[in-house]
C-alpha cells in the first residue's frame, strides 16, 4: 500500500467505524496513567476495560476486538497475567499491542518482552530507546543489548530506531509505531512519519500510554499499520490543536481530550504525513 490516497481513505474508514460501532479493547496497563488510557480510548469513540488477573485478561482477550498491554508498572500477578494473555491473543489471532515501557528496569520486564517475542504483537508501540532496546532484547537488526531508556523517557532519536522498527516489523509481520516530536510508523515495508502534538505532550504522564490504548481501539476494525497510522494520526492533530488553546500542560491535557473527541475522520486524514519505501 504506497498510495497516499488510499491510506487516508483507510484512516476515515477506521475513525468512522469507530465512531459508529463502539469496539471494546481492553487493557492491562500501568496503574500510573491507567485512567488517561480509558478516557482517550472513550474519546475516539471506543470502550475501555482494564484488568489485573489472568483468567481476566484471558476473558477480555475473547470477547475485545483487540487488547493492550503496557509493562509500566509490573505486579507479581503479572507474571502469570500478562504470556497467558498475550497466548490467548496470539492463537485466537486477535490483534494486540503492546508498548515495552521502561525496558530494562528489572528481571521480571526483561523475562516478559522475551517471551512476548513468540506471541508476535500487531502493533509495538513505544519511544525510541524503548523500540531500540526491544529490537536489542529480541536480537533483531537495529536495536542494542542494553537499554538506553531513562526510567520511562527517551534518550534516542525517532530516527535512530529507525533500523529497529523495520526489524520488528518484519519480524511480527505487524506495525511498529515510534513516538516523539515527528512520529515513526512502519508495517516493514514502508516508514511513515507523521507530524503535529505539542511539546506539552512530554509534560503530562500518559501520552504514550494512551497513544497504545488508542491504537488497539483502532486495530479492532483496521490492519495494524493503518491502526498505528489513525492514532498518530489524531493525537498529531488533537496535540497541535490543543496547543492553539491553552497556555500549560494541566489544561493542555483536559483540552486534548476534547479535541480527540471533536476531530473529524477528515481532519484526522489530512493531517501532515510523509512516505518513503524501507
Ligand atoms: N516534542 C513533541 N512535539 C510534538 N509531539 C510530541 C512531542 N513529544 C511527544 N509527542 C507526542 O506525544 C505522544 C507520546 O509520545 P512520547 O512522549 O514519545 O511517548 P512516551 O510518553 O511513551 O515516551 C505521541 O503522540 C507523540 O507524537
Ligand atoms: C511515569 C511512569 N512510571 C511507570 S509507568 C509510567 C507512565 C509512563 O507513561 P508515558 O510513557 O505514556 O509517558
Ligand atoms: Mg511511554
Given at each position: 500500500m504506497d498510495n497516499k490516497g488510499e491510506i487516508q481513505n483507510q484512516i476515515i474508514q477506521a475513525v468512522e467505524t469507530v465512531r459508529r460501532t463502539n469496539p471494546l479493547a481492553g487493557s492491562i496497563t500501568n496503574t500510573v496513567t491507567m485512567n488517561f488510557v480509558a478516557n482517550a480510548q472513550l474519546a475516539v469513540g471506543g470502550s475501555a476495560a482494564m484488568v489485573y488477573l489472568p483468567d481476566e485478561g484471558e476473558f477480555l482477550a475473547k470477547v475485545g476486538g483487540a487488547a493492550y498491554?503496557?509493562?509500566g508498572t509490573l505486579l507479581p500477578i503479572y507474571e502469570e497475567t500478562l504470556p497467558h494473555?498475550?497466548?490467548?491473543?496470539?492463537?485466537?489471532?486477535?490483534?494486540w499491542v503492546l508498548?515495552?515501557?521502561?525496558?530494562?528496569?528489572?528481571?521480571?520486564?526483561?523475562?516478559?518482552?522475551?517471551?512476548f517475542k513468540a506471541y508476535k504483537?500487531?502493533?509495538?508501540?513505544?519511544?525510541?530507546?524503548?523500540?531500540?532496546?526491544?529490537a536489542g532484547l529480541w536480537g533483531l537488526d537495529g536495536g542494542t543489548e542494553v537499554s538506553?531508556?531513562?526510567?520511562?523517557?527517551?534518550r534516542d532519536s525517532v530516527n535512530a530506531a529507525k533500523a529497529g522498527a523495520v526489524a520488528l516489523a518484519k519480524w511480527t509481520g505487524g506495525a511498529v509505531a515510534?513516538?516523539?516530536?515527528?512520529?515513526?510508523?512502519?508495517?516493514?515495508?514502508?516508514i511513515v512519519f507523521s507530524q503535529g502534538g505539542s511539546h506539552f505532550m512530554e509534560k503530562i504522564t500518559g501520552f504514550g500510554c494512551s497513544l497504545g490504548g488508542v491504537t488497539a481501539v483502532y486495530a479492532t476494525v483496521a490492519s495494524p499499520f493503518i491502526a498505528a497510522l489513525t492514532a498518530a494520526g489524531v493525537y498529531n492533530l488533537a496535540g497541535k490543536r490543543a496547543a492553539n488553546k491553552v497556555d500549560a500542560p494541566g489544561s493542555f491535557q483536559v483540552r486534548f481530550l476534547d479535541e480527540l473527541y471533536k476531530a473529524t475522520a477528515e481532519d484526522i486524514a489530512n493531517?501532515?504525513?510523509e512516505i518513503e519505501a524501507v
Open positions: 498491554i503496557n509493562m494473555t498475550a497466548k490467548v491473543l496470539y492463537e485466537t489471532g486477535k490483534p508498548d515495552p515501557v521502561a525496558i530494562g528496569i528489572g528481571a521480571l520486564r526483561t523475562q516478559l518482552l522475551q517471551q504483537p500487531s502493533v509495538v508501540r513505544g519511544n525510541a530507546s524503548e523500540i531500540i532496546a526491544l538506553n531508556v531513562r526510567g520511562v523517557d527517551s515510534v513516538s516523539g516530536e515527528t512520529d515513526l510508523i512502519t508495517d516493514g515495508d514502508l493531517n501532515p504525513l
